[in-house]
């Protein structure tokens, strides 16, 4: 049974920091493209960022460039999203996925997790 938990999330205010991490367990994931994807409440899902099988690639929202980082640890089957400089437009459900079926920037993808809740407070 695969198994994409996510953890990190909170309440923080605007300028702060938190760091998501997304543990995977049933298979693993280390030659699968992995990504974070979020919703707002009454918004459509929005792709946040990607990260290749190897970890040499990737690809960030514009309007998350600059202050997010996602990066993985195959060893732990884990992948991270560092999310600093946080506005209260980044409050949203954010989504852990894995085996991307799509090109970076798509919410193509195979497994998902439960998701976390981040809040951003101004």
């Known amino acids: 049974h695969v198994q994409l938990v996510e953890s990190g999330g909170g309440l923080v205010q605007a300028g702060g920091s938190l760091r998501l991490s997304c543990a995977a367990s049933?298979?693993?994931?280390?030659?699968?493209?992995m990504g974070w994807l979020r919703q707002a409440p009454g918004k459509e899902r929005e792709f946040v960022a990607y990260?290749?099988?190897?970890?040499?690639?990737?690809y960030y929202a514009d309007s998350v460039k600059g202050r997010f980082t996602i990066s993985r640890d195959n060893a732990k089957n884990t992948v991270y999203l560092q999310m600093n400089s946080l506005k209260p437009e980044d409050t949203a459900v954010y989504y852990c996925?894995?085996?991307?079926?799509?090109?970076?920037?798509?919410?193509?993808?195979?497994?998902w997790g439960q998701g976390t809740q981040v809040t951003v407070s101004s």
């Open positions: 990260i290749s099988w190897s970890g040499g690639n990737t």
């Open positions: 996925a894995a085996g991307s079926r799509g090109e970076p920037g798509s919410d193509r993808f195979n497994y």
């Open positions: 049933g298979r693993t994931f280390r030659s699968d493209a």
